[in-house]
């Protein structure tokens, strides 16, 4: 069995190519760009982050340098046609996930991409697992409502040109299932987030980059935010976010995600041509406000508001506003996501881990004590 992954050194497709060569013993081939050389020493560094790898597992793991944008995927015509009559299953999980990208930036990737993914996939032999990792977000502006499995519509708009590029990603998906007569396995995770500190070098999650700015903020890293010695003991910084106070997301631990996707996508026996779609999300939403209370208790300084509009921003406002607008987005949203399909597909896999305060603080890299006001001043 020969698994083809694209996006291995990101922060989800490192996850899953870890658990195809060393959970599951698969002989997985990893496409990369940049040279041979280095797409080899990123994929083993990226991968092996996530645990030991045997000798054995190591000579499975495997690099071929490529990129999603190329014709041929990057390769040699000769070579692509070699990898399409040796894969038994492809995972596409490259992406480009700047949330406030160009358009066309992102549709490059996340749509063209896909679309050179399928016509490679449609190469390989009838048996072939495809599976293609999309995203939640393809519900677009929809605000409220239960997100179902089945559902893909742009009648609501779209928050962003990533959602955009994501859906007609899927879309793509549909149309090459339908055409070809077969399965395409579709996972939608939520937001994918760790508890581990993010180590040097290896791929972040959204929630970490949001405890980042924060942390720039808070601790005066930005221009305009004094430092922590020039603040008086009274000294408050008040923080306006464009975001509704009764907005949720749906923050879903990497273990979890990694595992039911893992079953889903590998495990499972789909039946019959087409798409099948599953959500790979947490039972429960995390209240924006859960973030804020965090939030706010390591940062004794930082004041949190929920206001619709930020006008005469000061610096700290804007710095975030600069940083985060892709994710500010989503924060009106309420939408809550069906996973009857993916529950029955995953008999027995254990729930995700509480995403309480305490998941909340180490997944936003808020670590150790609360920054205490200075009493130097
Ligand atoms: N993170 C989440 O919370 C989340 C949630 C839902 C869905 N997803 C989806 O999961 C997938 C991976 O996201 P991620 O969070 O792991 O992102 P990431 O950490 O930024 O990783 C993106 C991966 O895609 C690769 N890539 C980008 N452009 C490429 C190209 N032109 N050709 C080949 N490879 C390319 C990157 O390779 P380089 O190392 O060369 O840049 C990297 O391996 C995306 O499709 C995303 O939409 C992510």
Redesign the pocket.
Known sequence: MTVLI?????????RLAYALVADRGQRVVC????SLASAHR?IRE?VGAHGALSQEARRRLLCVA?????EWL?MSAADYARLAADVTAVW??????ALAGERERLF???TH?TANVLRFAELTAAGCRVVH?????VAGGRTDGIVREDDLTDAYGFETH?DAS?FEAEQLVRAWAQRTRRPVVVL??????SDAPVLEGA????VAVFGQMIDVVGRAGAPGIPAPAQRAESFRLRLRLRVSPDATFNIVPDEYATQAMLRIGHDFRHEGPGAHTFHIVHGQPTPIRDIIAVIEAHYPILRVECVQDVPDPTPAELFIAQHLTGFFSYCRHRRTYDRTRALAATPGLPEPVAVDAAYLRRALSFEGAPLAVSRTA
């Open positions: 694209t996006g291995a050194s990101g922060f989800v497709g490192s496409l990369a760009r940049g990123r990226a490529g990129d999603v944008t190329q990057g596409h999980c490259a992406g480009d996930i490059r990737v996340n991409g990792i999309s995203t939640m977000v990533y994501k939608r995770p939520s937001v994918v987030a791929a972040g999650h959204p």
